[in-house]
């Protein structure tokens, strides 16, 4: 059963603007959200995370949002950057947990 | 700078082989861990270890095992393979020993065919 999901496989977005990419879980446990970003033939790369003690964290052109009362968290990407053209992971863990439970990816593109 | 290395990018193996994947984390990481990677299914754990010769099945380990013999290696091991095998393989590690709070670093990944 999958505990963390992302809805929307893909996503296309014109350079410049932004992107929103949408995760959400249904444990009420998780504590701890990751956002990751894959490259094709490349192994995922930690982006931002934030704890459930935060409803937002920043950093640089990424913002991460968590909205615990709806299980929901969100990725926003501004300006989105060609660069940004990749799949997007978001992942969920706890204190109490010995792992990260993935969602299924979105794969963004960035149109110039 | 964490480098975490895999011994292949891409493989492609006859049903029934045994296939080693090695995975070297030079970080001095307590945590490592294999997943596999499907289209739709996102990155599932098969196992993790958290210290040596220490591990922990995650969420599908049938078909596999590992080894853990040193504290920078982990090996994940597919004793016969099966085509339903297929599948891009990303080895993590991460130092915490909160593995929940933690992020973790991945390899490249290797890209298993099983014909």
């Known amino acids: 059963d999958q505990q963390v999901k992302q809805n929307s496989p893909s996503l296309s977005v014109q350079e410049g603007r932004i992107s929103i990419l949408n995760c959400d879980y249904t444990?009420?446990?998780?504590?701890?959200f990751l956002w990751y970003k894959k490259y094709p033939a490349e192994g995922p790369t930690f982006l931002i995370s934030?704890?459930?003690?935060?409803d937002k964290n920043e950093d640089g052109r990424f913002t991460v949002f968590l909205n615990k009362s709806a299980k929901h968290l969100s990725l926003h990407i501004v300006p989105s950057q060609p660069g940004d053209s990749a799949v997007y992971f978001c992942?969920?863990?706890?204190?109490?947990?010995?792992?990260?439970?993935f969602g299924t990816g979105t794969s963004l593109t960035v149109i110039p | 700078d964490v480098k975490v290395t895999q011994s292949s990018r891409y493989l492609v193996k006859r049903t029934g082989e045994k296939v080693f994947l090695e995975c070297v984390q030079d970080m001095d990481h307590e945590n490592m861990f294999w997943y596999r990677q499907d289209p739709g299914l996102g990155l599932r754990l098969i196992y993790f270890s958290y210290d040596v010769k220490m591990k922990e099945k995650g969420d599908i380990p049938e078909g596999y095992s590992v080894s853990r013999e040193k504290k920078e290696r982990f090996s994940l091991i597919l004793e016969s393979t099966s085509t339903n095998q297929t599948s891009m393989y990303l080895c993590?590690?991460?130092?915490?020993?909160?593995?929940?709070?933690?992020?973790?670093?991945f390899g490249p990944g290797t890209r298993l065919t099983v014909t």
């Open positions: 993590a590690s991460s130092s915490d020993a909160m593995v929940g709070m933690d992020e973790q670093y």
């Open positions: 934030i704890s459930s003690i935060k």
């Open positions: 444990n009420s446990m998780f504590d701890y």
């Open positions: 992942a969920a863990s706890a204190l109490e947990y010995n792992q990260f439970y």
